[in-house]
């Protein structure tokens, strides 16, 4: 047992370890005789070593080291180099982990609120300061809430807004730039660490240019890179304020992209899936594809309905009717869905819609290897009740865990 084993020995097995990948990483660069020179003393230290002989053991080291430095020009045993090497080690593992494993994603959108949150903005008056850089600190800490203000510097004089971008900083941060043309015709950006959904939708605060309705889908698209051009911006004055407020990162989920290859999905659980080949959905220009994230609320051969009930539900889009979910003829007794039922802690219910695929109350059949995809904050939820199951090929697989913010939905996902 290893934690039996003596200091000496401890010490002893890991420089053989050692020398075993300097062997398979500098290989080609030694010369043949001077390889066999350190096959030949690494297999007399094995030896020593599975006799337990110390005193031949610890004489062997110091030449063992020695032959190793010399086999290779120029090298030198470094801790720094070994600890890049296990730093890159544990890059490729984590890749693959990422490519075959788990997978993080972020929630970008309210439709499975309070069950997770997705990414949430709230204006800011000039009168209303933001807090101390600690407190800053710490909120982005624990609520993944950062503060922005973007503001024409004084010195750029009158320019006119003429585009607006989005792009992502190492795949994880989103930046958004209000691109001006200047007195000069010379470009000039603001920068914020900001989605241009949220910043046009709720943190713009100066004058707002008129955009069509195609440049609209592209600005609150959620994709990662956009660009929108403005060709009739509004002139500002130096000194105008354009954005301020604050924004709340979305739960960032980690999702088990193995489980659907040794267990059959679960009615009740909360899934990632893929858009490609959905006709209801369009993706914006440039996208082949999404991912969305929703609660399964019916398996393949499910009969769905949704049945009115006498509660009316406010949301964006106006009042609508409350409604009791219904699977093969009885109440979904799903831990998920009777939560969302419940109306209590912040759950409204799922609502009725009308739409090619549910109508009202009229029962939706699933055929084979089709799922239902529904969010819990149905009112303001773009999912299947309006464009149709999710076919099997397009699912990625369960949500587990919520990783950060860590408030207030750290831990496992129900």
Known sequence: MPFLKPGWMKKAINLSNGVKKFVQYNRDLMTPAKLEH?????????????????????????????????????????????????IVVAIVVALGIRAYFLQPFKIPTASMQPT???????????TEAFPNAVVQGIEYIVKGRNYVEMRVP??????RLVGIRQRTRAKFFTISDLVFMDGGNQERVLTGYVPTRQMWEDLWVGPKPQINRDNYVTLTS?????AVAVPAGPVVPAGTLMVRGFIDTGDQVLV????????????????????????GITPPAGVDSQHYIKRLTALPWDELKLTQTETIVTSPS?????????????????AGPNRVMSLQNGYQGYTMVNSPFVQGEQPLMLGSKQYMAMGDNSANSFDSRMWGPVPEENLVGPALFVYWPFLPHFGLIR
């Open 38 to 86: 350190v096959k030949a003393l690494h297999a007399r230290f094995d030896l020593a070593l599975r006799h337990r002989n110390k005193d031949e053991t610890t004489a062997l080291e110091t030449e063992l080291i020695k032959s190793c430095e010399g086999a290779v020009p120029h090298y030198k045993s470094s801790p720094v180099k070994e600890n890049i090497e296990v």
């Open 116 to 126: 997770l949150n997705g990414i949430t903005a709230r204006a800011m008056p000039e």
């Open 154 to 159: 004084q010195d750029w004089g009158s320019v």
């Open 222 to 226: 959620g994709v990662e890179t956009l």
């Open 256 to 279: 088990n992209k193995m489980a659907y290859h040794f267990r059959r999905p679960t009615r009740g659980e909360v899934f990632v899936f893929s858009t490609a080949g959905i006709t």
């Open 318 to 334: 106006g009042q609508q009717a409350n409604a009791i979910l219904n699977i093969n003829g009885t109440r979904a007794v799903e």
